[in-house]
C-alpha cells in the first residue's frame, strides 16, 4: 500500500469519537502531584530552574528528583544514561505520571532523544541509521490519563533554554495559560520546502475536523507575520523567519518539521528554542536525522484535539507523536489552557 495512504490512515484513527464528541467533555489534565522534576545538581542553571518551577506549580518536595552528572557534553553516552536513570527509577514513587527535566543540554542520549530515553528507558529501537521506521509509542492517539500507571511510560518534557530569564518567562507564560479557555487560531503551513512540507497531506482532513470549532488556517507561504493569536503553528523549513513579529497566546505550540530542530545548541538548522524564545509554552523537534516521516513529527489534528478538551500540554504534544524516539519535547509540562477548574468541594 502506498505509504501516504498508510500515513493517513494511521492519522486519522478510525473508529475514534468525532471532533464534537471529543469536545463534549473535557478531559482531565496531569497535576503537581503527578509530575517528577529531575534536577542536575551539577548544573547550577538546573538547579534555578528546579526551585522556581517547584515554587511556581507547588511541586511536592517528594518529586523532585536529584541526580549529578557533568553537563558539557551534547549527548549522554548510553551507559551512563542508564547509570542515571536507575537512579531516578529508585527515586520515582509508583504515582508518578510524567518527569520534567531541566537542563539545555545533554538533549540527546546515543540516538535517542533524552526525553523519549527518560519516558521509556534506552531502547535500540527508537533509534534509526538510515531512512527507517521506528518503535511506536504506546501512547499516541491514546485516552489514558495515567500514562504510567495504564503504559508503563513517563512522558517527558525539557524545561529549557539558553539562560534562567528565558525559562523563567516559559515558567510563567505555562502558569498564566491554565484555564484561561483561549480563542486563537491555528496556523498550517506548506512551504516552498517541499520535502519539509510533509504534513500537508493532512491538512485538508484538520481543516474538514475543526470547522466551526476552531478557526483553521491553511496557507501556502513561508512564514506567518504580524499575527497576533498565535494558538497553533507547524510548519516546515530548515529556518523560519518573523516568529517574532507574532504574538503567542499563553500555552501556544509551534514546531518546524526539518531534522535538526532539537538540537537545541550549536545546530545549523534552527533550534525549537527559538520559538520558545518568540514567546510560545511548547515545541518539538528531531535531534538526529529523522528522514520526513511524519509519523516522527507531532500530527497537529491529535495535538489539538487532546489539548483544546483539556489534557495538559505533555499529555496532547506526546499523544500526537507517533514514532517519538528521535525527538525531544520542550516546554512547559503542565500549560493546561483549555482545562476546566473545578469548584473545591464544601
Known sequence: MNRIILAILLYAS?????????????LPSLSAKDLAVIVNDADPLSVKIAAYYQQQRNIPPQNIIHVNFKTTAKTLPVETFKKIKQRVDKQTAAHIQAYALTWLQPFRVGCMSITTAFAAGYDDSFCATACHKT?????????????????????????????????KALIDRGVAAD??????????LTTSDRARSRRSILFPMINKEFNGHWTVKTLQQDYIENKQDVMFYFTGKTHIEKIHSNQFLPGAVADHLTSTGGVLSGGSQMSIIEWLKAGATGSYGTVVEPCNFIEKFPNPEVLMRYYIRGNSLIEAYWKSVAWPGQGIFVGEPLAKPFAYQRAPLP
Open 179 to 188: 484555564y484561561t479557555q483561549p480563542v486563537g487560531s491555528a496556523y498550517l
Open 14 to 26: 478510525s473508529g475514534t469519537p468525532s471532533l464534537a464528541e471529543f469536545l463534549s467533555i473535557p
Open 135 to 167: 518503535a511506536k509509542s504506546p501512547y499516541f492517539n491514546s485516552l489514558s490519563s495515567r500514562p504510567f500507571t495504564d503504559l508503563k511510560w513517563r512522558p517527558t518534557m525539557a524545561l529549557a533554554g539558553e539562560n534562567f530569564a528565558d525559562v
